[in-house]
């Protein structure tokens, strides 16, 4: 035998010799293992940087590898709950259900995650829809300010030797589900508000379920709303006359004192409120592409009284029916101009002062609180019109001046229907809740 024949044979011999490889878990008998994958069923391929958000007794998060896996050690021992978010979930908006796990030292645990089939999707959107069909979702936005637009209508078209055409509205948050798509053919999909007709858009279903977002540019005029009350009493006064450029329109106020002038020419207008009972109180006003709030004060008494005090109405709020709501007079109400007043630095300040709104320490001695309504209830959240799911959303780390609005609603009797009501959506894979808890919601609006 020779030399080198005799090197190879010994080290053959050493390595059958050696121990073999213990376990990971018994290499590591101090800690905890948590394994997994994601999975993209609708593609059929694995999900790679998804981000992985455990939350237990303590918070961690990792991304996922190009092949969708992911690797977690040294988590201290207890029950978590594990999620994942991706910017593609959050386009398509499936939710991807989360996972409960119990971690012990010296134990490998795995959790797979995945986003659901289309067949899944299809099914439970679209209730009868072939499985094979196309699905197309997206958003209506206003081109000037990006916002969401409820109950504009959306219109598909498309061609197999005859037209094919399928009409509905957006939801209370600006979104459309087209079910039924043809895979082998471009779609026309285009989108109308208020008159207001946008570019039709060419989709193409192929991949079977496919997000485009349409956009209105809404806002070649303004609009002048307000309300007209007694000075002393504060009570509203009926009957006014509200006159536009000396008299060029005139509307009259209603019976709760406030009134509407619809499609008014942007520029600078002279605006007058007469009532025979007790006289003229006119300002110039500067109408943009926004609303103006106007808030009269009429007396019958021979007194000086300030001019109109005019305030411009948030776009986005307006579009998503905010200042409806808040005349309605159901649940409690903050505004930018109500937080800049303040000169509130966290959200908690700002809901703070809310009556029925109470902060209460986080177990665990975080140093974070939690908010609650009645009977220590915690509420849903809602922002810009998206369910935050109840893993990995922290109210606390929105900042004031980011925010447009908020509505509180502290009870399920106070929250709008399009928030209360059961809804087939997207949101039922995951752990975005499809429905409002009886404790109330808190709606965000951001800038």
Same mark, same amino acid.
């Given at each position: 035998?020779?030399?080198?024949?005799?090197? =190879?044979?010994?080290?053959?011999?050493?390595?059958?010799?050696?121990?073999?490889?213990?376990?990971?878990?018994?290499?590591?008998?101090? =800690?905890?293992i948590l394994t997994g994958s994601v999975y993209d069923s609708i593609l059929g391929q694995p999900l790679a940087n998804a981000k992985v958000i455990v939350e237990g007794p303590t918070s961690f998060s990792v991304n996922t590898g190009q092949d969708g896996t992911f690797f977690i050690t040294a988590l201290p021992e207890g029950e978590y709950t594990v999620a994942v978010d991706h910017p593609r979930v959050g386009a398509l908006g499936v939710a991807i259900p989360a996972r409960s796990v119990t971690l012990k030292v010296g134990e490998e645990v795995r959790a797979d995650l995945a986003m659901p089939s289309l067949a899944t999707v299809n099914r439970v959107i679209c209730g009868d829809s072939a499985d094979a069909s196309g699905l197309v979702?997206?958003?209506?936005?206003?081109?000037?300010?990006?916002?969401?637009?409820? @109950?504009? @209508?959306?219109?598909? @078209?498309?061609?197999?030797?005859?037209?094919?055409?399928?009409?509905l509205l957006t939801?209370?948050?600006?979104?459309y589900v087209l079910c039924g798509m043809p895979r082998d053919r471009v779609v026309s999909v285009s989108a109308e508000f208020l008159g207001v007709r946008g570019n039709p858009a060419r989709v193409d279903p192929t991949p079977g379920l496919l997000r485009r977002d349409l956009g209105l540019r809404i806002g070649r005029s303004g609009r002048i709303v307000g309300r007209v009350v007694d000075y002393d009493t504060g009570r509203p006064v009926e009957a006014a006359e509200v006159k536009l450029d000396a008299g060029l329109r005139t509307v009259l106020t209603g019976q709760d004192g406030r009134f509407m002038l619809d499609d008014v020419p942007r520029g600078r207008h002279l605006l007058s409120i007469d009532h025979l009972a007790y006289g003229?109180?006119?300002?110039?006003?500067?109408?943009?592409?926004?609303?103006?709030?106007?808030?009269?004060?009429?007396?019958?008494?021979?007194?000086?009284?300030?001019?109109l005090t005019v305030s411009v109405r948030s776009r986005a709020l307006e579009i998503n029916g905010f200042y409806q709501r808040r005349e309605e007079g159901l649940g409690a109400y903050i505004t930018r101009a109500d937080i800049e007043r303040a000169a509130h630095t966290s959200i908690n300040d700002v809901l703070a002062t809310v009556p029925g709104v109470r902060l209460i320490p986080r177990r665990g001695g975080t140093g974070e609180m939690d908010i609650v309504l009645r009977q220590r209830c915690r509420p849903i959240y809602v922002v810009d019109g998206q369910v935050m799911p109840p893993v990995g959303f922290r109210i606390q780390d929105l900042v004031p001046r980011d925010i447009e609005g908020i509505e509180i609603y502290r009870s399920e009797l106070e929250i709008p229907p399009q928030y209360r009501r059961p809804r087939r959506d997207l949101s039922t894979f995951g752990v975005v809740p499809t429905v409002s808890t009886p404790c109330g919601a808190v709606l965000i609006w951001t800038r």
């Open positions: 035998m020779t030399r080198q024949a005799l090197l =190879v044979v010994s080290l053959v011999a050493l390595v059958a010799a050696a121990p073999s490889a213990a376990p990971l878990t018994a290499q590591l008998p101090d =800690v905890t979702l997206g958003y209506v936005r206003d081109d000037i300010s990006g916002v969401a637009i409820p @109950r504009a @209508r959306v219109t598909a @078209r498309w061609w197999d030797g005859s037209e094919h055409r399928r009409d939801d209370g948050f600006g979104r003229t109180v006119s300002d110039t006003v500067v109408v943009a592409f926004e609303t103006l709030e106007i808030d009269a004060q009429l007396s019958q008494r021979a007194i000086e009284i300030e001019g």
